[in-house]
């Protein structure tokens, strides 16, 4: 699959540099000019997702069929935009916290902004997407959201800030897109997940392909397990 390019001409607009660590583990900080081609769909997450008791908000990961690894999130939320893109035939690759995208303010402050999510559409081209319900967006991240749409512009790549997903709507293709249904070989209609924080901590859950709403095996939530060593 090759990956769209775009040329971009000199005065097009503000110049904005990108900071990312490739599949690799290598440090990239390049002007968004030279990094039109690069896949960040297999980049790293620039940031580590954070979870501590009592916070509020929900970072975990989630198994992607797309990707046949595991996709980073902050928030439920989130997680239902990964669960998404799973989903999406026309979406091949999914990465979380994919760069730091960098810029100049109208007052020379040096600004930065990770975006949540970077996919690789089946026909080369790429989609950044912030997720953050409208209700939620106060002016200072308004604009950070615009400066992000207008250096994707710039790349020749889609930029989508995307809000709540009707409950209806979520409920009904997650009995769909199970990623374990998804797997090669998978034929039973039921089986079983694990819901994995970012700490390493997981409880086995009943898939919700296989009831309404998920519940824990047994019908009692067990002790959390530690999956790390």
């Known amino acids: 699959m090759a990956v769209a390019v775009l040329n971009l001409e000199p005065g097009a607009g503000p110049r904005f540099f990108l900071e990312f660590t490739g599949a690799d583990g290598t ?3 390049e002007p968004l000019a030279a990094c039109v081609t690069e896949r960040f769909e297999n980049a ?4 580590s997702f ?5 916070a509020s908000h929900f970072p975990g990961s989630w198994w992607s069929s797309t990707t046949g690894d595991h996709v980073g999130f902050e928030s439920w939320l989130e997680r239902d935009h990964v669960m998404v893109m799973d989903f999406d035939p026309a979406i091949v690759g999914i990465a979380s916290q994919p ?6 303010d109208e007052d020379g402050r040096a600004r930065r902004h990770a975006p949540d999510f ?5 026909d080369g081209g790429g989609l950044v997407v912030d997720v953050r319900p409208d209700d939620r967006i106060p002016a200072q991240d308004a604009e950070v959201f615009r400066m992000t749409a207008m250096a994707c512009g710039q790349a020749g790549w889609e930029f989508r800030r995307a809000g709540r997903i009707d409950p209806v709507v979520r409920s009904r293709r997650a009995c769909r897109f199970c990623p374990a249904r998804r797997r090669p070989g998978t034929r ?11 700490g390493g901590v997981s409880w086995p859950a009943t898939c919700p392909s ?10 009692s939530r067990p002790e959390p397990r530690s999956d790390r060593g």
């Open 27 to 29: 440090q990239h900080r």
């Open 44 to 47: 790293l997450p620039v940031r």
């Open 50 to 54: 954070q979870w501590a008791k009592g």
């Open 99 to 104: 760069f730091w995208l960098h810029w100049l």
């Open 118 to 122: 970077f996919a690789r559409r089946a």
């Open 188 to 198: 039973s209609r039921s089986c079983r997940w694990h819901i994995t924080c970012s």
């Open 210 to 219: 296989c009831s309404a709403l998920p519940r824990w095996h047994g019908g």
